[in-house]
């Protein structure tokens, strides 16, 4: 795979394709079009870096299969999911968390042209993007996959409100030591109060990262803005140690084996220059509940490369992208996912485990259409009445109040 250079470069000759950003979801798109025979440029300012985040996903949501399959190796390890709010429950399929190293390495591909470079912005007329040292790149159509950062966004004037934070502390440890923590199990949530800190809950998220390591996380859901690491790591440890643990046991004074996390689940709607794509990240992928959109983007490259090989022009390349991307029902979903966000942000903090407790038992189907299902209106709209019908009447009243009210200041801390 070839970086690039600097030399001179006004143009991407025969380029049908150039993507702004090398991270999973710009990748997984130029792989998804070249190997249908487009010619692509994907331009990343640092090619070469390695990526370290820790991505799970359920394996149905996994492309192991399709014209764009991912290698199996790409998951790490793989096992039922346990949820624990007021009781225990075992979930509706298999969660899995994959090996990042061996997802890069899937993802890149030798025919994808590589530029070494950061996007600042379009060609004053025709499709492309300028590099910050001058250089110009055409291509039929240009897409932004450049994350949060969204390179080739345009300010509204508007101001933005701060962005609800998801953030986390983890730390990876043995199976055998995690197991005195989580009986062996996968936990994607347990909201336990074993740090016994008051205010705003977090809850353990305890995943197997193969080769005998478990990654324990101290997580907390949507707050604007998220808790401070330090606090969700004071959190961590005295969780750990209440379930058990020796203070030797924890090892959060070893970078290689702490995990910090902050992003924004709401990104704030944005304009794209005329005839620029936003995608993954950028195109508002994140799920507002969970934070996810890797295996999103995963999804949508196909479909998106499916569309875009059968395009004669630019318009025609454009509109095809905006439909899979930011069709009419894919928004529909997003806007009412936000709704959703809206109401955990006005929740009480000691309502927060009940309210998992009851979404958690509501039926296997509409909790995978909650946490999936990004364009189907029906299905999502189903999930979110069912969760409503196994509410308490406080808890009814609260999920009204955030769908009727929207954005408001956070409850507690």
């Known amino acids: 795979m070839g970086t690039g250079d600097r030399g001179p470069l006004t143009a991407a000759p025969g380029a049908d394709l150039v993507v702004a950003g090398g991270g999973p979801a710009g990748w997984a798109l130029a792989r998804a079009c070249a190997r249908r025979g487009m010619a692509v440029t994907l331009v990343e300012p640092r090619p070469d870096r390695v990526w370290t985040n820790t991505y799970g996903t359920w394996c149905a949501d996994l492309p192991l299969a399709g014209p764009d399959a991912l290698p199996r190796a790409v998951v790490a390890a793989s096992d039922v999911g346990w949820a624990v709010a007021r009781t225990a429950r075992v979930l509706d399929g298999e969660y899995a968390v994959l090996d990042t190293p061996a997802l890069q390495d899937a993802l890149r591909d030798d025919r994808v042209r590589v530029v070494r470079g950061k996007v600042r912005g379009v060609p004053d007329e025709g499709p492309g993007v300028v590099l910050d040292d001058g250089r110009e790149l055409r291509a039929g159509l240009v897409v932004d996959a450049s994350g949060a950062a969204r390179v080739l966004s345009i300010p509204t004037g508007r101001r933005a409100p701060r962005s609800a934070e998801q953030t986390a502390v983890g730390v990876v440890v043995p199976a055998d030591v995690a197991a005195t923590v989580t009986d062996g199990r996968l936990l994607f949530m347990d909201w336990r109060p074993l740090h016994g800190m008051p205010g705003w809950p977090t809850f353990l998220y305890a995943i197997p990262l193969g080769g005998g390591r478990v990654l324990l996380e101290e997580t907390s859901l949507a707050r604007r803005p998220g808790l401070p ?10 969780r750990l140690v209440a379930a058990g ?11 290689g084996r702490v995990e910090y996390v902050r992003f924004a689940v709401d990104t704030p709607a944005h304009r794209s220059p005329a005839g620029v794509v936003p995608f993954g990240v950028a195109g508002r992928f994140v799920h507002p509940a969970t934070g996810y959109s890797v ?8 479909r998106l490369a499916d569309q875009l090989v059968t395009r004669p022009d630019h318009d025609s390349m454009v509109d095809a992208a905006d439909r899979v991307v930011r069709g009419p029902s894919a928004r529909a979903v997003h806007a009412m996912r936000r709704r959703g966000l809206d109401v955990l942000l006005r929740m009480p903090p000691a309502d927060v485990p009940e309210f998992f407790e009851r979404f958690f038992s509501s039926p296997p189907e509409r909790q995978r259409a909650y946490l999936g299902a990004h364009d189907d209106v029906q299905a999502s709209l189903g999930a979110m009445l069912a969760v409503f019908e196994h509410l308490s009447p406080r808890l009814r009243a609260h999920l009204l109040a955030g769908a009727l009210l929207g954005a408001g200041r956070d409850q507690g801390r």
């Open 229 to 238: 690491l330090p606090e969700l790591a004071d959190r961590l440890r005295r």
């Open 295 to 302: 295996a999103r983007s995963l999804y949508a490259a196909t």
């Open 245 to 255: 643990l020796a203070e030797a046991d924890i090892p959060l004074d070893d970078p």
